[in-house]
């Protein structure tokens, strides 16, 4: 996000390269945060926005997927948090819940809530009853806030659950309280869509007055629905925030991207988000994997674009 010192502020998730990509992300991720003084950087890590606090605490162990909005003159970011025993994967998976600090600045310090602002669905047969994490939050036109994210479904028997979908929750003020909308959102038609686990995952979402005034969401096409790349980035529009359809053109990007030097790269764009200048969005930033002999590795890539 850029601040109000007219610096970029970065907020990424990070786990030691000995824990590998799972478990490492469930139980040892944490959310820090670097500054640059130019869109593309280079950024530089400044500190642990959102350490662990102790297993007591509903994100005690674990900080992740970050999402920045700055509005009215404070820095609030959303982000999974949970907690468990150290050990078990299944267990700080499915204790994901959704979360909101704010600040005064964006290096902190941070004032984290005793609750999660989103929490599962007491009904076992809901679509967000086990888990719900990966929060996409924008202003609304009327000050308030508009909040996505992601849900896996209990299944009795199944420690991990079943479907990943998302859904759309609305608030006054960033730190809730959030009212659940009904229904799914990003959904693909047809019935063979209906069958995968996964269809969209991790939508960037924001309002845009000087695009038609309406709401857009890049996201991961999972399997290839929205754009026909599996793996790639969709776009889709809303006219409300709560019912979404891929736009007209959705194909942000296929399942590679290029480097900078003119090679293509090996690995598909995860968690995209968008950092806006003026209202323009300037650059598309996402996280891309590494695989190297000792271990997973990821790295945040960006792609500009316009003229630098």
């Known amino acids: 996000v850029k601040g109000a010192d007219g610096r970029y502020h970065l907020f990424y998730s990070r786990w030691p390269v000995s824990k590998g990509f799972a478990p490492g ?12 003084d130019k869109p593309l950087g280079p950024y530089a890590h400044v500190n642990v926005a959102l350490p662990a606090r102790g297993r007591a605490f509903w994100d005690g162990t674990t900080t992740h997927n970050p999402n920045i909005l700055f509005k009215s003159g404070k820095y609030y970011l959303f982000y999974m948090g949970n907690t468990g025993d150290g050990k078990s994967y299944p267990m700080h998976r499915n204790n994901q819940r959704i979360g909101v600090a704010v600040a005064d600045k964006p290096e902190g310090p941070w004032t984290r809530l005793d609750k999660p602002i989103l929490d599962v669905s007491a009904d076992k047969a809901a679509f967000d009853s086990l888990c719900v994490t990966n929060p996409g939050a ?31 929750a609305l608030a006054d003020q960033p730190e809730g309280p959030y ?11 047809g019935e063979e869509a209906k069958k995968h686990w996964m269809l969209a995952e991790d939508p960037y979402i924001w309002f845009s007055k000087r695009d038609g005034s309406r709401y ?93």
């Open 138 to 168: 924008t202003e609304r036109p009327d000050g308030g806030i508009l909040l996505i994210y992601k849900a896996v479904e209990y299944v009795a028997g199944k420690p991990m659950g079943g479907k990943v979908r998302y859904g759309v």
């Open 216 to 308: 857009y969401a890049v996201a991961r096409d999972v399997v290839g629905s929205f754009t026909g790349a599996s793996g790639g980035l969709a776009l889709f529009q809303s006219e409300d925030g709560l019912q979404w359809k891929a736009a007209t053109h959705p194909k942000v990007l296929g399942a590679h991207f290029t480097w900078a030097d003119g090679k293509e790269s090996d690995d598909k764009i995860e968690r995209p988000a968008l950092l806006f200048d003026d209202g323009e969005p300037v650059a598309l930033f996402g996280a891309t994997d590494g695989y190297q002999k000792n271990g997973r590795i990821s790295s945040n890539v960006h792609i500009p674009l316009r003229a630098q």
């Open 25 to 36: 992300w469930a139980l040892w991720s944490e959310i820090a945060y670097a500054v640059a």
């Open 179 to 189: 009212t659940k909308m009904p229904g799914r959102v990003f959904e693909a038609e």
